[in-house]
């Protein structure tokens, strides 16, 4: 969890949706690194996702979360409603009262804004954002970068049995996993597939589509291109490209 001291700091860490994309994720990776053949080099989707809510509710415990009645919970409210089910997926929005500009999911529909975000840009655009970050709890990008999080880390392996599950986890463990999605690293195939996710989410609510092109737009030119959201993999001008042609598809 990043503290932001400075506009220079914010400039350096922004990133909306936690999505630094350097292209890292390497599905291989975990099996390379093994957890022994006998045992399972996937994990259970499930013991994923319970482990993905233990690891919410242990980051909402460390972060000053906005009650129910406060301007913002009822403002995140407005803008979500209708999408805690979606597409067969069950999502919990929460506003974190921080002024980092960004925003995280995780693979159980855990979604959490931050309130820099929210004041970052108008509703529309925050849809925008939340619409890629369901992008990438239904493409399974969420599930799969903690499950590649629990097979690298050799403590967390020893939790796993047979079968995938994911057993008894420390509150460490649980804040490194919350840590991991928080500064979410995904591939840039993922990205680009988050954001056209959020441009067929937006139609199908008979929302603009142009939404998502216009908060990428409001990051930049607010914060410039030292975002790890708007620099390079993809670049924005790719970014904008695709979401265009995401949006001639309708
Ligand atoms: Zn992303």
Redesign the pocket.
């Known amino acids: 969890m990043k503290r932001i001291t400075s506009m220079a700091t914010l400039a350096a860490v922004l990133s909306v ?1 936690g ?1 630094a994309t350097d292209g890292s994720f390497d599905a291989n990776k975990a099996m390379a690194v093994g957890i022994g053949v006998a045992q399972a080099v996937t994990l259970d989707e499930d013991s994923v996702k319970h482990t993905a809510s233990l690891a919410a509710k242990e980051m909402d415990g460390k972060n000053q979360v906005a009650g129910s009645g406060s301007a913002y919970a009822q403002r995140l409210a407005q803008i979500t409603a209708g999408l805690q089910n979606y597409k067969g997926m069950k999502f919990d929005f929460k506003v974190y009262m921080a002024p980092e500009i960004n925003a995280f999911a995780m693979a159980d529909g855990t979604v959490r804004v931050y309130s820099g975000l929210m004041d970052a840009m108008p509703d529309d655009q925050v849809l925008a954002v939340i619409g ?2 369901i992008g ?1 709890v239904y493409h399974k990008h969420s599930f799969e970068q903690m499950q590649q999080k629990i097979l690298t880390d050799s403590a967390m392996q020893a939790a796993v049995s047979v079968g995938g599950v994911v057993g008894d986890l420390t509150q460490g463990q649980l804040g490194q996993l919350a840590y991991v999605a928080v500064n ?1 690293q ?1 591939s840039q195939q ?2 680009l597939e ?1 954001d056209e996710f959020a441009v067929k989410m937006l139609h199908n609510m008979g929302k603009d589509p142009y939404s998502m092109k216009r908060a990428i737009a409001t990051l930049e030119a607010k914060y410039g291109s030292g975002s790890s ?1 708007l620099s390079s993999h993809p670049s924005n001008k790719d970014r904008i490209k695709r979401i265009q042609k995401a949006i001639d598809r309708l």
């Open positions: 949706s999505c890629h970050e990438h979410a995904f993922d990205e988050s959201f």
